[in-house]
């Protein structure tokens, strides 16, 4: 099955810095790949994804680039605002089936200081 | 529109003891979900139906089972609750299909003592 790394675990940054967090994945077959930002006690909402014949994909302040050759992509934040502070899981499916069933990174916590 | 409703939001069990999560969605949705959520773990999925009719096991389904009870609702079952199933747990259901785009409820936190 598919197995998502997700680095780092944990990511403190100073408002106005911009935040990358990397995801790699091990299936090949794999060709979605969404992002979800989780606010504390809250749940899990999608913010952006990408898919396999896209190389990057931008909307405001984030952006998703994907390298398929290496099975890796990654999310960008610009300007980080404290708002932007959660706990940010990356995602990996195959999804060619009419549904998909995601596998999940173990997440990384995002601390915006004012 | 209410989107996916779970209940209970929080449970506290005794070792040994059964119940059922209920999750309903409103969106006329295919294909739903539970998951777990675990400090340092992740999001894990324990069951899907990718349809009305079919279940299937997904990475962590011991202890477990569940319900396609129509296109609308999706139980999880605990026979015989342990404290290794203390946990928050969500439901979720997908969008269009092939964007894989999941609408989570808000979550159900279980404790097993």
């Known amino acids: 099955g598919e197995n998502v790394e997700q680095h780092p675990s944990t990511l403190s940054v100073q408002e106005g810095d911009s935040a990358v967090i990397k995801c790699t994945y091990s299936d090949s077959a794999s060709n979605y790949f969404p992002w979800y930002k989780q606010e504390l006690g809250k749940r899990p909402q999608l913010i952006i994804d990408?898919?396999?014949?896209?190389g990057e994909k931008k909307d405001q302040r984030i952006a998703v680039t994907l390298n398929k050759t290496a099975k890796h992509f990654s999310l960008h934040i610009t300007e980080t605002q404290p708002e932007d502070s959660a706990v940010y899981f990356c995602?990996?499916?195959?999804?060619?089936?009419?549904?998909?069933?995601?596998?999940f990174g173990k997440g990384t916590m995002l601390l915006v200081s004012p | 529109n209410a989107g996916v409703t779970q209940t209970p939001k929080f449970q506290v069990l005794k070792t040994g003891q059964s119940m059922t999560l209920q999750c309903a969605q409103d969106?006329?949705?295919?294909?739903m979900y539970w998951y777990r959520q675990d400090p340092g773990m992740g999001l894990r999925l324990i069951y899907y139906?990718?349809?009305?009719?079919?279940?299937d096991k997904g990475e962590v389904p011991n202890g477990y089972n569940v319900s396609r009870l129509n296109k609308r609702e999706f139980s999880l079952r605990l026979e015989s609750a342990a404290p290794s199933q203390t946990s928050v747990y969500f439901c979720?259901?997908?969008?269009?299909?092939?964007?894989?785009?999941?609408?989570f409820g808000e979550g159900s936190r279980l404790t097993v003592l």
């Open positions: 969106m006329n949705h295919n294909s």
């Open positions: 990408i898919r396999s014949n896209v």
């Open positions: 995602a990996a499916s195959e999804g060619n089936s009419g549904y998909s069933t995601l596998t």
């Open positions: 139906s990718a349809s009305e009719g079919t279940t």
């Open positions: 979720a259901s997908i969008g269009t299909a092939n964007t894989g785009e999941l609408f």
